[in-house]
């Protein structure tokens, strides 16, 4: 089992940055693919971004595409979501949900398909 800390959340404006930060313990990330999902107040958690353990597969949402970059340091423990050019409509709690199973097709963009999640981190973003 890996255990999964959020961080780097906060109110920002729009147009403002934000880098959050998805740390693992409890056994070794490597081999974890990781996953971001939001989840707005009244809506649906939606997927975010997603990259494979070895860093060579990258997955965005199409809403996030061009904006956002998801990457990782498996040295560090830790996969990194830069947000740029943030929106009023990016705010949300940010989840880190990471899984060790081999991914196909939709599985990648599936939160029912991570077994690994963290606690989230608010992000904010005032028009």
């Known amino acids: 089992q890996v255990q999964l800390v959020e961080s780097g959340g906060g109110l920002v404006q729009a147009g403002d940055s934000l880098r959050l930060h998805c740390a693992a313990s409890?056994?070794?990330?490597?081999?974890?693919?990781i996953g971001w999902f939001r989840q707005a107040p009244g809506k649906e958690r939606e997927f975010v971004a997603a990259?494979?353990?070895?860093?060579?597969?990258?997955f965005y949402a199409d809403s996030v595409q061009g904006r956002f970059t998801i990457s990782r340091d498996n040295v560090k423990n830790t996969v990194y979501l830069q947000m740029n050019s943030l929106k009023p409509e990016d705010t949300a709690v940010y989840y880190c949900?990471?899984?060790?199973?081999?991914?196909?097709?939709?599985?990648?963009?599936?939160?029912?398909?991570?077994?690994?999640w963290g606690q989230g981190t608010q992000v904010t973003v005032s028009s």
């Open positions: 949900a990471g899984d060790p199973y081999s991914k196909y097709g939709s599985s990648w963009y599936d939160g029912n398909e991570y077994e690994n």
């Open positions: 990259i494979s353990w070895a860093g060579d597969r990258l």
């Open positions: 409890g056994r070794t990330f490597t081999g974890f693919h």
